[in-house]
């Protein structure tokens, strides 16, 4: 057979691999140990088992589509076909797609997506959004033939009649993640006060779609408030974290989104009681104003009303008159306070005394340099004026 090279001899081997039925196409179960995530995207890991062990490799276009995010320890199921690295001379496992193992595998990946989507803010509380009281129509997306559809279009009818509209997807299999987004974009598209999503009870794995982040993101960008329904009372999923409101089952969702009929006619009723009542008060007591301004406006009470009024006014002038006379006997009085300490000082008293005042040219003489001999004077006494003229001046020593 001639003398190989190695790198003849590792293709051979890889063509006998490669080329065998059998092994291009097959499911493995075991255990990732060794996982390396490179920089380029790809996975470098081994898969193992009680007995043995086999390198695997899966590239970036593979790793885009899983569903959850590999570990060390994980139990998982792989498909994918065997191959040879010929630079190693090593055979391996060259993984085309990737699944958990197990429940314990499901609430792992389960956890591990809750945790990323909630630090993303996917579920705060304060981005959900009121349900309406009163719709018009209600959207729902679920499955046209199950069990869970018929439960909330019975209860619409029974409660609150309501436009229902559906878009009908798949809610189990793999293809049913994208078809429940699907759906809520086309609600989001329509004239729908309100989504209900989802479906009857199952196994985990049958309600598996609804944890897939795909759905949790088109639940998030709903601009139409989401009601999440899915499965039983006790089944909690992604989209029910995600959604604006959470129903334990569908038929609890249809009683959530509308009111009951049967209540709001008792509401209303009684409302109405109340308002009657209300207003029944509110003439009562108009009526009894009327009565109260009639018996007022009577010949008698109204001559009673204006005497009292007129005695009023006379009260009002007596007290106006005292108030009067008591402010003009104060003022009086002041003024003669006034009055008298003017005529202490008023000149004229001096001249009752026997003097008189001198003046030259209508100007006080206060001594004898201010005239002239010859001058003219004119002295003021108590009953007139006399006119004389200066015929001489005589200084007067201070003190003789």
Request: aromatic share 6%; proline share 4%; net charge neutral.
């Amino acid at each position: 057979m001639g003398i190989f090279s190695v790198s003849m001899l590792n293709e051979t081997i890889r063509s006998l691999l490669v080329n065998d039925p059998r092994l291009r196409e097959v499911w493995v179960r075991g255990e990732i140990s060794n996982l390396k995530k490179h920089s380029s995207g790809h996975y470098y890991f081994t898969l193992k088992d009680k007995g043995s062990q086999i390198s695997c490799v899966s590239f970036r276009q593979t790793n885009r589509t899983l569903k959850f995010d590999p570990e060390d320890s994980m139990a998982v199921i792989l498909y994918g076909s065997v191959d040879v690295y010929t630079v190693r001379g090593q055979y391996q496992l060259k993984v085309l797609d990737m699944r958990p193992d197990g429940i314990g595998e499901m609430f792992r990946i389960f956890e591990q997506l809750k945790k990323k989507l909630e630090d993303e803010g996917l579920f705060e509380q304060s981005r959900k959004r009121p349900i309406p009281r009163f719709p018009k129509r209600v959207g729902i997306s679920t499955s046209p033939t199950g069990a869970a559809v018929h439960d909330i279009i019975n209860v619409l009818g029974r409660r609150y009649p309501v436009h229902v509209l559906l878009a009908p997807c798949l809610v189990q299999g793999d293809a049913a993640a994208q078809s429940i987004a699907d759906s809520i974009e086309l609600l989001n598209r329509a004239d729908v006060d309100v989504i209900i999503v989802g479906r009857g009870g199952g196994s985990l794995e049958d309600l598996w779609p609804f944890n897939e982040e795909i759905v949790a993101r088109a639940i998030f960008n709903s601009r139409i408030p989401v009601v999440s329904a899915v499965g039983h009372e006790t089944d909690y999923t992604i989209a029910d974290f995600t959604a604006d409101l959470r129903a334990p089952t569908p038929s609890a969702a249809a009683e959530l989104v509308v009111p009951d009929r049967v209540e709001l006619k008792r509401f209303m009723d009684s409302m109405l009681q109340r308002l009657e009542y209300a207003a029944t008060r509110k003439i009562a007591d108009l009526n009894s104003r009327l009565d109260h301004m009639y018996d007022s406006l009577e010949p008698d009470k109204l001559r009673e009303m204006i005497d009292q009024r007129y005695q009023r006014i006379d009260e009002l002038v007596t007290a106006m008159e005292k108030d009067v006379k008591y402010y003009l006997g104060s003022r009086e009085m002041l003024l003669k306070v006034l009055a008298g300490r003017m005529n202490a000082v008023n000149p004229l008293n001096t001249l009752e005394r026997g003097y008189c005042i001198a003046m030259s040219r209508e100007v006080v003489v206060k001594s004898i340099g201010a005239v002239q001999a010859g001058s003219r004077l004119d002295l003021r006494v108590t009953d007139g004026t006399i006119i004389c003229d200066v015929i001489e001046k005589v200084e007067v020593e201070h003190g003789r």
